[in-house]
Nanobody, 121 residues
Framework: VQFVESGGGLVQPGGSLRLSCVAS????????MGWFRQAPGEEREWIAW???????TYADSVKGRFTISRDNTENTLYLQMNSLKSEDTAVYYC????????????????WGQGTQVTVSS
């Protein structure tokens, strides 16, 4: 199982970024997926989840600004981030959800390497 993340970078407040996570080594369309982020000195936090049929749920901190989506034909998970704020600065991770509640780190078994998102003027 492997994930290759991309799309992070430096963006001004109010700007947008789109993260990608390309999966390989397993049947991507059979698993729900999630996005997490970890800011410096903070614990890793869940921000979004998508089911195999693209049902979605979001943390309150990103609801209405971020959109999780997937393309099962391309084995790719996306996170569209709009109206970015300085507090969105973090390393963002995709992960495979294998059991349990979507909000918990322990519900995920494989993780991407992370991509840095920095929101600053």
């Amino acid at each position: 199982v492997q994930f290759v993340e991309s799309g992070g970078g430096l963006v001004q407040p109010g700007g947008s970024l789109r993260l990608s996570c390309v999966a390989s080594g397993f049947a991507f369309n059979s698993y729900s997926m999630g996005w997490f982020r970890q800011a410096p000195g903070e614990e890793r936090e869940w921000i979004a989840w998508i089911s195999t049929i693209s049902t979605t749920t979001y943390a309150d901190s990103v609801k209405g600004r971020f959109t999780i989506s997937r393309d099962n034909t391309e084995n790719t998970l996306y996170l569209q981030m709009n109206s970015l704020k300085s507090e969105d600065t973090a390393v963002y991770y995709c992960a495979r959800h294998y059991q349990g509640g979507a909000f918990y780190l322990s519900s995920y078994d494989y993780w991407g390497q992370g991509t840095q998102v920095t929101v600053s003027s």
